[in-house]
């Protein structure tokens, strides 16, 4: 589990061919203070546990089910990519809750600056556009954000000069793919809308009396 705060921008030093998948090789620094072997992190919002772990990189396998669902597939060498420990127990949950199973692939359609800050233009699947409300939140590459506004299958999201600074997507140009998750709560609810019997008692009052 993840927050969606990225904690350093890392970049790709080599990548192999192995039975699973892709072996990536990633420079870092802040993630390798207490990082071991079997530790999990997100790249670019994609869950991947360590396999080595060195001074100045650590190496990660995406299988073929994860490379077919995420930009990682077409990541090349000298990429920047955003990267984030999994979440202990007692930290502080800043953004959301971000398991590091990213849905499907978006593509930005149009960036607008708005002062220091972005507007960033997504389409997403059209699979996902029932799972993400205005206001509700989304992660783009392993960042927790704000839906700002929804329309058919696009969604608009507000980057701060914070956000900008700190992550991948200072780098951001129209028609880059990247990886999105939606909020799992969402999705948990989908399901037990269109599951219900007759006899249940789950129905969209309900779950409006519980905050949903």
Request: proline share 2%; net charge neutral.
């Amino acid at each position: 589990m993840f927050t969606g705060i990225i904690e350093e921008i890392g970049r790709i030093n080599r990548i192999g061919s192995v039975t699973e998948g892709r072996c990536f090789q990633i420079k870092a620094q802040k993630v390798l203070e207490d990082l071991l072997p079997d530790h999990s992190l997100a790249v670019n919002g994609v869950c991947l546990t360590a396999t080595k772990v060195e001074k100045s990189f650590f190496e990660a396998t995406a299988v073929e089910e994860t490379l077919s669902r995420s930009t990682l597939a077409n990541i090349k060498v000298g990429q920047p990519v955003n990267l984030e420990r999994a979440l202990k127990v007692g930290d502080r949950l800043g953004g959301h809750f971000v398991q590091g199973h990213v849905d499907g692939v978006g593509s930005i359609l149009a960036i607008t600056t708005k002062g220091k800050s972005k507007i960033i233009e997504i389409e997403i699947p059209q699979t996902l556009i029932n799972h993400v409300i205005e206001k509700g939140s989304v992660a783009v590459d392993g960042v927790s954000l704000t839906i700002a506004a929804i329309k058919r299958n696009r969604i608009q999201i507000a980057l701060i000069p914070y956000t900008l600074n700190h992550t991948i997507s200072q780098f951001y140009r129209v028609e880059n793919p990247i990886n999105i998750e939606v909020d799992f709560l969402g999705k948990y609810i989908e399901r037990l809308i269109k599951n219900q019997s007759d006899e249940s008692k789950i129905d969209e009052t309900w779950l409006h009396s519980l905050g949903y």
